[in-house]
């Protein structure tokens, strides 16, 4: 029986970045759906069956921890990662409690693979 394709979640404001991410994920044998702002992010999750969410914390409209918080009641078994340039202590608690893992920014295609080999390779 063939192996179903992963969806993966990538929620990012900035173009660059976002088309930088999902080039970076296409080597991977991912279904990419994409997201601008939490409000998108959140539905995308209402509509789709996620494996892995790359979320930036920065978004208009809705932040990062506040689609992050909405998209594990739909999704509590899809692995949130947060994106993020900088984190203040405060923010590294609260995000401890939402997400199960956080990449700074810049970020590079050996970090990707880490996250990728650590919460996607070979789970059923």
Known sequence: MAESVK??????DNEFNMLYLT????SFNFNLICATNGYAAVEKARENELALVLMDMKLPEMG????????KKLRPEAVIIAQTAYMLDSDADLAQKIFDGYLIKPI???QLSRIVDRYLTDKE
């Open 23 to 26: 080039e970076v994920m296409s």
């Open 64 to 71: 990062g921890f506040e689609a992050a918080k909405e998209i």
């Open 7 to 12: 969806n993966v979640l990538i929620v990012e």
């Open 108 to 110: 590079n295609k050996d």
